[in-house]
């Protein structure tokens, strides 16, 4: 090729874009912009081998593709991701600085856009980087994460401590018991994630325009989409209808959908983990977090629960990203939605958050938990719930009067229950604490 990348590759469709549109100062997401070179690159070979382009215009063609697939020129994609909404700004720019790298004899429209259209590039590029990026980057990392909870479900078996429903004490559990369903959640949120990507990886290439097909060859979608799945290992498939591919961008929201799951599972596990390693005095304290870093400028020895606030946090943003696809998702007209970039950004912004987090959720906070063993017990021998067990001796009403007292006189349970007539016999048979907290009282 010869260009250094020093050098200015794309033309005059990009530096309007760029005056155009001085919104963000975000690009739009590297993923997408590498898939484009990847698409062009295909394209190009596949046009080459049909004989519409010549053979040698269309290997230099795929050749720069290939570079631009491979990073080496991501900084020649300076436009905004607040663009038009069709990403045409984007695709002209993959034209430009392709052509300007193929050299001489290669045109961005005639030749680099060849059987393509903004239309019908674009979405694809964003629907295979969010599929690529979600199989490769975010599964994986959920899939850690699940096994890092599942370990400590093992390793917390019996451990026993107080159950809470609406911040109340409850019957006991046992830690790994609650640790068993964190894994559950992020297995399950895999699951979502997993069941939405056979819709994304229907991409609209070879729509062109409106989804007609117009100046495309009739294999040329099939031929192309064959030669990235082959490059890249994704399973990439014809939509099931092209002006449902064209018209819409319902997979990307449903994929979001899921992530937005996902959000909510950490949410739900990170409030836990960082209330049940509150204290070390003053808290629940039935867990020890990581100690990872000061916790306060001014007050000494201070440990805060620093990774499940940042997966609060990401987990925030992602619920946020997913209302924002939402609405441009729906904001489709006819024939195009025109929404395209918005939910790019927020999209691979949510996927690589996520990966990033649960990664280090996994590694620097849940692997290195452990239990507060006196914390643990002291809760689990606290809990007046554990009244319940009594019923089937003495009923409801005569357990439930029990507790009464217990609670307004802040005696031990054991002490008012034998007042109240309950033989010890029939107290140390019911009130077993690990049997209770795996399910059966006698």
């Known amino acids: 090729m010869g260009v250094q990348e020093q050098e200015q590759l794309w033309g005059g469709e990009t530096t309007k874009a760029i ?32 004989g519409l382009l010549d053979a040698a215009i269309a290997e230099r063609i795929a050749a720069a593709g290939d570079e631009i697939a491979a990073g080496r020129h991501d900084a020649q994609f300076p436009v905004d991701v607040f663009q038009t909404g069709s990403g045409t700004s984007s695709n002209m720019n993959a034209n430009e600085v392709i052509a300007t790298l193929a050299g001489e004899g290669a045109h961005a429209n005639d030749h680099v856009n060849m059987g393509q259209s903004s239309n019908d590039v674009f979405p694809s590029a964003v629907h ?46 046992t830690l790994g018991q609650e640790f068993s369903g964190y894994a559950a959640q992020i297995r399950l949120g895999g699951k979502r994630v997993r069941n939405a990507l056979p819709q994304v990886a229907q991409i609209p290439l070879g729509g062109t325009a409106t989804g007609t097909g117009l100046n495309t060859h009739p294999e040329f979608a099939a031929r192309v989409r ?51 390693g509150s204290g070390p005095r003053a808290g629940i304290g039935e867990l020890f977090l990581p100690e990872l870093q000061k916790g306060s400028s001014i007050m000494p020895g201070k440990v805060n629960p620093v990774l499940p606030e940042v997966v609060l946090q990401v987990s925030a943003q992602v619920i946020g990203n997913d209302t924002a696809i939402t609405v441009g998702g729906l904001q489709g007209q006819f024939e195009l939605n025109v929404r395209i970039p918005l939910i790019a950004r927020n999209l691979l912004q949510s996927i690589r958050l996520l990966a990033n987090t649960a990664r280090l959720f996994a590694e620097k906070c849940v692997d290195g938990i452990e239990p507060n063993y006196a914390g643990c ?31 307004a006189s802040g005696r031990p349970l054991r002490e008012v229950a034998f007042e109240q007539g309950v033989s010890e016999e029939t107290y140390n048979e019911a009130i077993d604490l690990r049997r209770i907290a795996r399910g059966s009282a006698a």
């Open 128 to 173: 295979l980087a969010a599929l690529d990026e979600a199989t490769n980057d975010l599964l994986p990392a959920l899939a850690q994460l699940e096994a890092s909870f599942a370990a400590k479900a093992a390793a917390f078996d019996d451990v026993v401590k107080s159950g809470r429903t609406h911040l109340m004490d409850a019957v006991p559990v």
């Open 377 to 407: 017990e002291r809760s689990a021998e606290s809990t007046l719930a554990v009244a319940t067990a009594l019923n089937p001796f003495i009923g409801y009403d005569k357990a439930a009067a029990i507790v009464k007292e217990a609670a």
């Open 19 to 50: 005056a155009n549109f001085p919104v963000s100062g975000e690009r739009v997401p590297v993923p997408v912009v590498r898939w484009l070179g990847r698409i062009k690159g295909a394209a190009a070979r596949v046009n080459g081998e049909l």
């Open 226 to 276: 064959a030669k990235l799945s082959e490059a890249s290992g994704l399973e990439i498939q014809a939509p099931e209808d092209p002006f449902e591919a064209q018209g819409n961008r319902d997979a990307l929201v449903e994929l979001s959908g899921a992530l937005k799951v996902v959000a909510v599972s950490l949410t739900k596990i990170a409030g836990d983990l960082a209330l049940m």
